[in-house]
């Protein structure tokens, strides 16, 4: 019972360098999402994805990119990375029955631990 | 905006006592979740609090969704070193077309055997 799967689970960047972090669900989930998680700060949304085919910006947005492959996977990707981006980043996914996808219990992947020196 | 407020941002305790973490925020929210991270994980879900004046019990957790649906607590009798890790507090809002789910920053609660 994997839930939602983040590849990979560390990673070490030099600035400039591009990556895309992989995230699968496999709850059968319309909505997934994109986090950052940084001392003090909280998890802030990068980008959210509500179904299949549409894509939202969140709060903290700058810098990167996402992209909702098919029902099942949401890549994020950093094009030229910064230091300022060294965080852990968590996918989450959830359903969006009745009341909507911002009402609907998240389900978190384990994280990426990405450095940028 | 719509801002969560977590107070205490820290909580260090013994084995035995009771503690009480807080959200509070100015806007509305249509739902509320807790969730609970250890390290090295994602958060998980605890309780989502829908109903106005709302409480929830799991075990010796007590969940409570503010009358005006603006704030919410948790309250946990004779803490145990297993409740320790990071305790989140996530708002649902909707407004005319605008919808988000903002999380407060959380309440690290140590406690101690």
């Known amino acids: 019972n994997a839930g939602v799967t983040q590849t990979p689970k560390f990673q070490v960047l030099k600035t400039g360098q591009s990556m895309t972090l992989q995230c699968a669900q496999d709850m059968n989930h319309n909505s997934m999402y994109w986090y950052r998680q940084d001392p003090g700060m909280g998890l802030r949304l990068i980008y959210y994805?509500?179904?299949?085919?549409?894509?939202d910006k969140g709060e903290v947005p700058n810098g990167y990119n996402v992209s909702r492959l098919n029902k099942r996977e949401f890549s994020l990707r950093l094009e030229s990375a910064a230091p300022s981006q060294t965080s852990v980043y968590f996918c989450?996914?959830?359903?969006?029955?009745?009341?909507?996808?911002?009402?609907?219990?998240?389900?978190f992947g384990d994280g990426t631990r990405l450095s940028i020196l | 905006t719509q801002l969560l407020e977590q107070s205490p941002q820290f909580l260090s305790i013994q084995e035995g006592e009771n503690l009480t973490v807080y959200c509070n925020s100015s806007s509305v929210f249509s739902s509320l979740q807790w969730y609970r991270q250890e390290p090295g994980e994602g958060p998980v879900l605890l309780v989502t609090v829908v109903t106005g004046g709302e409480v929830k019990k799991l075990k010796r957790l007590t969940f409570q969704f503010g009358d005006a649906r603006k704030d919410s607590s948790l309250h946990i009798t004779a803490a145990q070193p297993g409740d320790t890790g990071l305790y989140l507090c996530a708002g649902a809002y909707s407004g005319g077309s605008n919808y988000k789910l903002t999380f407060g920053k959380g309440t690290l609660l140590t406690v101690n055997p």
């Open positions: 994805s509500a179904s299949e085919g549409t894509t």
């Open positions: 989450a996914s959830s359903g969006s029955r009745d009341r909507g996808w911002f009402n609907q219990p998240q389900h």
